[in-house]
């Protein structure tokens, strides 16, 4: 049977510029990351060693290259290239990925606007 676990990475923040609005691309703003890997962890659970599981620590550096590095006009885009580099990097079978605008230019009292994706192999 092929269980699926999972390593959760939440509140990833970093400081880039994506946006429709040119203000955006300018000034910039923060975006905060949550990421779910799904994998067997079975293995890195009885080894304890970390070449048995996905080293969140290599995850994270991948996701701050796709936030920083990049630059979209849409959190959707960046959000399908964290899951495209991430499910290209590691072995996980799957990921969620959550990107948050708190800051997005809305005419209004918000906390915060997200999207949410999940891919798979």
Known sequence: MSELDVIHLRGLEFYSYHGVLPEENVLGQRFLIDMDLFHNLS?????????????YGEVYQVIKACVTEGRYLL????????SKRV???????????????????????IRDVSVEIWRGR
């Open 87 to 109: 499910l290209g990097q590691f072995a996980c079978e799957s990921v969620r990925v959550e990107v948050h605008k708190p800051q997005a230019p809305i005419p209004g009292i």
């Open 43 to 55: 293995q890195a659970g009885s080894s304890d060693r970390v070449e048995d599981t996905i080293h």
């Open 75 to 82: 959190i959707e885009r960046l959000a399908e290239e964290i």
